[in-house]
């Protein structure tokens, strides 16, 4: 049997999928020794070097595989995503601001980038990027927690309010943890 690039990947899934991840990367690299241009095999490293923890790594192939691909909003959110992990912030707010102008509905790279900015302390900024992905994703509480937080940072505390009562309706806990957050149970009621 001819092996292919695509047979390599195939087998780092099925390997990767039993947690065989060193045998995975081994793999993906016999994939882009034969082809290195093999886009599958160079992000699937990105996904497995960030899943080991070695983001560095995955930043390089999603680097990599932005060259094969440079208008894919999914490798740019990915790219931000493993650069915000090893707190490069400003690389990532820039990777997520491409993904969002290659497709506005990425609700994840609004989050990530609102992520992203609050830890440069822009909040203002971060609170638009976090209020476009609680519109893209009403019920992701984890979007709204954050929205909350940077209302609460930038002492908007109706909007925080409005940020509690909202999480209380589908995600209670998510609104206890908000009102404990913020230090302030007097100032937000949740039902």
């Known amino acids: 049997m001819k092996s292919t690039p695509w047979w390599h990947y195939q087998r780092s899934r099925l390997l990767a999928?039993?947690?065989r991840n060193e045998q995975a990367v081994a793999e993906l690299q016999e994939a882009l020794r034969i082809d290195p241009s093999y886009l599958r095999a160079v992000s699937g490293l990105g996904f497995l070097y960030g899943s080991l923890g070695r983001h560095h790594l995955a930043a390089v192939q999603f680097q990599n595989a932005l060259?094969?691909?440079?208008?894919?909003?999914?490798?740019?959110f990915n790219l931000g995503y493993v650069l915000h992990l090893q707190n490069q912030y400003e690389a990532s707010v820039r990777a997520f601001s491409e993904a969002v102008l290659l497709n506005p509905k990425i609700d994840r790279a609004w989050y990530g980038m609102g992520l992203a900015l609050a830890s440069l302390g822009r909040y203002e900024e971060a609170a638009q990027a976090l209020e476009r992905a609680s519109e893209l994703q009403p019920m992701n509480g984890h979007a709204w927690y954050e929205l909350g937080m940077a209302y609460f940072t930038l002492n908007r505390r109706d909007k925080l309010a409005e940020v509690v009562a909202h999480l209380d309706r589908f995600d209670p806990k998510m609104a206890l943890h908000l009102t404990r957050a913020t230090g302030k149970p007097e100032a937000v009621k949740v039902s």
Request: aromatic letters at 8%; a neutral charge.
């Open 17 to 19: 999928l039993f947690k």
């Open 67 to 76: 060259t094969l691909k440079p208008d894919d909003p999914v490798l740019l």
